[in-house]
């Protein structure tokens, strides 16, 4: 298993950027596809940006496209979002999640406890 850990939010003005960070222990890190998910109070829980195992493949939801960058680092066992241009829609808990490439390849089945974002306007 892997257990993860955010960190990162916090109170920005809208245009402005804040970076968030998961850090993984448990199993090799590797071994996990990686996502960063959001939820808002009162909405569905809405994938925001997703990367492999080997960091050599990224996809991101429309709402985030062109302001946000997901990266990782298999030697730190961190996998980190950069989120730019924040828009006051982009308020959230933000997620990190795990998806074990071996086990069960197309679920997210181990998550962090979330972070909280907030963008005023």
């Known amino acids: 298993q892997v257990q993860l850990v955010e960190s990162g939010g916090g109170l920005v003005q809208a245009g402005g950027s804040l970076r968030l960070s998961c850090a993984a222990s448990?199993?090799?890190?590797?071994?996990?596809?990686m996502g960063w998910f959001r939820q808002a109070p009162g909405k569905e829980r809405e994938l925001v940006a997703t990367i492999n195992w080997s960091g050599g493949g990224t996809y991101y939801g429309d709402s985030v496209k062109g302001r946000f960058t997901i990266s990782r680092d298999n030697a730190k066992s961190t996998v980190d979002l950069q989120m730019n241009s924040l828009k006051p829609e982009d308020t959230a808990v933000y997620y990190c999640a795990a998806s074990d490439r071996v086990l069960n390849p197309r679920a997210y089945d181990y998550w962090g406890q979330g972070t909280q974002v907030t963008v005023s306007s």
């Open positions: 448990g199993r090799t890190f590797s071994r996990y596809n």
